[in-house]
C-alpha cells in the first residue's frame, strides 16, 4: 500500500484529479444493492457534488476514492509510506520517507 502525500498530489496534479463516492472496486454489497460502476462516477474535482454525496452517505466522507486518469508519472515523489498488506493488514513496512 502507498501512503501518499495527497496536499503535494492535489497541488501538483489537482487539474486532472477525479473523485468518487466511494470504493469502486469493493464488492461486499450484494447485488441488487451494489452501487454503480464505470468511468461515469469519477467527477473532475472542480466539478465533483461533495454536499450532495456528504448528504447521502451515513459514513459522512463525501469522498472515499482520488483517482488521476492513466499514470502520475512522478508519484515517487509524493510516497510517504509503503506497506506490505496480507489478510487485510500490514505485514511490514518497506519504505518510510524521512
Do not use: C
Not at 454503480?36 to 472542480?46: A, Q, T
Not at 482520488?66 to 519504505?95: C, H, K, M, N, Q
Request: proline content about 8%; hydrophobic content about 35%.
Amino acid at each position: 500500500m502507498l501512503h501518499i502525500n495527497t496536499a503535494a498530489l492535489l497541488n501538483k496534479h489537482g487539474d486532472v484529479v477525479q473523485l468518487a463516492p466511494y470504493n469502486t472496486g469493493s464488492m461486499h454489497v450484494p447485488y441488487p444493492h451494489a452501487p454503480k460502476r464505470g468511468k461515469s462516477i469519477f467527477v473532475d474535482l472542480g466539478e465533483y457534488p461533495y454536499e450532495r454525496w456528504l448528504a447521502k452517505q451515513k459514513s459522512k466522507e463525501g469522498v472515499v476514492e482520488l483517482t488521476i486518469p492513466y499514470s502520475v508519472p512522478d508519484i515517487a515523489t509524493f510516497v510517504r509510506r509503503v506497506e506490505r498488506w496480507e489478510g487485510g493488514r500490514p505485514t511490514s513496512v518497506l519504505f518510510e520517507a524521512s
